[in-house]
């Protein structure tokens, strides 16, 4: 189809336009063929080139035979030239079209077409659909492939358990995400450049306290840190958890204030649990996974009892800056709705 309609295109708009096409794409494959080292590229791109030069070899004869229209014959007078075998193709076609109007007088001249005007007409034509095809992907709403940030799973229609009626005002683990998943939490831990792939939040209750204990949490993972923050509604004080941490595993314990809240920092490894999804068995056994640092703070000033907690790990075992873990707390806590004061 778009071979017929370049047939119908007159002698000085299609060979300008051909050419054009040609020398484009031929010179484009063949610097392609040059970066990759692909032969067969090189061998299209010579093709394209080809028929490039014996397009403008054609123009060239045709421009020699409109400046010079005496004919030239062949030695045994019957062949004709090429460009004048295109001339007379050029003038039978326009009596053909002068004839479908008005017939001129017979000592009017007939006015034969501009050639390089048709020219410069097919140049500017291939260049307005050169820059519509350069600008039509700009102008054009594109599909954006870069990676979104992972959004809080919704929860807000879950029911709760019965720990958390009888607890004033505790947030539910969607809430904690949403108040953990800030826009500029990669930036406080260092990797500016990474965006969330999961991001979650539950509403439990306290191992070991029989459902009575509400404790919602939130996850928030990237490619180098995982983040998670959980709110505990105990009668523990920082004090007394403070002494419960030293008959434990905690390492590296140090007191500090946050937000004018008694807070404390520890260390303790993560659990590695592997479940075997293709049967024949339960999976391996629970390993020690990679250290992972906690700040523990106090839910309130008074420090009435409960805390929040927010610790942080990586995959690779390396952990960053306790000012980092400060930073988030400063950021995530105040926007965490308090408790009342009792």
């Not at 014996?54 to 004869?61: K, N, W």
């Not at 204990?213 to 180098?224: G, R, S």
């Not at 004018?260 to 391996?284: C, Q, Y």
Request: proline share 8%.
């Amino acid at each position: 189809m778009l071979g017929f309609l370049f047939r119908l295109l007159p002698f000085w708009v299609r060979e300008p336009l051909l050419i054009a096409v040609g020398s484009v794409l031929g010179v484009r494959i063949m610097y392609l063929a040059v970066h990759d080292h692909d032969r067969v590229a090189a061998g299209i791109g010579m093709v394209f080139l080809l028929f490039t030069a014996i397009r403008v070899y054609m123009v060239v004869r045709a421009l020699r035979a409109r400046r010079n229209p005496s004919p030239a014959a062949s030695a045994d007078g019957t062949a004709v030239d090429a460009a004048d075998q295109i001339q007379v193709q050029a003038q039978a076609q326009a009596q053909v079209q002068a004839a479908a109007g008005p017939r001129p007088g017979p000592g009017t001249p007939e006015k034969e077409p501009n050639a390089w005007g048709q020219a410069i007409a097919a140049v500017a034509v291939f260049g307005a659909l050169a820059a519509a095809v350069w600008v039509a992907p700009r102008m054009m709403p594109s599909e954006d492939t870069t990676p979104q940030p992972a959004s809080c799973s919704g929860g807000e229609h879950e029911e709760l358990p019965k720990a958390y009626k009888r607890t004033p005002h505790p947030p539910t683990g969607e809430e904690l995400c949403k108040a953990l998943n800030r826009p500029d939490l990669a930036k406080l831990l260092g990797t500016p450049g990474e965006t969330a792939t999961t991001a979650s939040g539950t509403s439990n209750t306290a191992p070991l306290t029989d459902g009575k204990v509400a404790q919602p949490e939130a996850e928030v993972a990237f490619d180098t840190y995982t983040v998670n923050v959980s709110a505990t509604y105990n009668e523990l004080s920082t004090d007394q958890y403070v002494k419960l941490m030293k008959f434990g595993d905690e390492e590296d314990v140090k007191t500090l204030r946050v937000l004018g809240r008694p807070a404390v920092f520890s260390s303790d490894h993560t659990m590695k649990i592997e479940i075997n999804l293709g049967g024949g068995g339960s999976g391996g056994p629970v390993e020690q996974g990679p250290l992972a640092r906690t700040l523990s703070v106090a839910l309130d000033r008074g420090d009435r009892g409960g805390y929040y907690e927010i610790t942080v790990w990586s995959q690779s075992g390396t952990l960053p800056d306790d000012s980092v873990l400060l930073d988030i707390a400063e950021k995530v806590l105040p926007t965490i709705a308090e408790r009342p004061v009792r």
